[in-house]
Nanobody
Framework: QVQLVESGGGLVQPGGSLRLSCAAS????????AGWYRQAPGKQRELVAA???????NYTDSVKGRFTISRDNAKNTVYLQMNSLKPEDTAVYYC???????????????WGQGTQVTVSS
């Protein structure tokens, strides 16, 4: 069974940095596109950053120049480096990946359980 597990969230002061990790485990044949989403209280979940299987990144405008998404295919892990954090970045961050397992011909979308990021002084 495939699982995504996020880590690296926490409390940080404005201007600080955090690095989120999303590790995929299970019988994984391949990971296609992956991404990080966030959901703040009372708001809809939004895409923050995405990365293709070939490593091409894409960012929402509000995080461009501050966040960097990357992946380590050998470790089945996707990262989100967050710098110059602002209070408005406070949210639960979820990772998402399109994964094909060895037990299926099809690609399914998986979600992690979420990790809280709080930016506050």
């Amino acid at each position: 069974q495939v699982q995504l597990v996020e880590s690296g969230g926490g409390l940080v002061q404005p201007g600080g940095s955090l690095r989120l990790s999303c590790a995929a485990s299970g019988s994984i044949f391949s990971i296609n596109d992956a991404g990080w989403y966030r959901q703040a209280p009372g708001k809809q979940r939004e895409l923050v950053a995405a990365i293709t299987s070939g490593g091409r990144p894409n960012y929402t405008d509000s995080v461009k120049g501050r966040f960097t998404i990357s992946r380590d295919n050998a470790k089945n892990t996707v990262y989100l480096q967050m710098n110059s954090l602002k209070p408005e970045d406070t949210a639960v961050y979820y990772c998402n990946a399109e994964i094909r397992s060895f037990s299926s011909y099809y690609v399914y979308t998986y979600w992690g359980q979420g990790t809280q990021v709080t930016v506050s002084s």
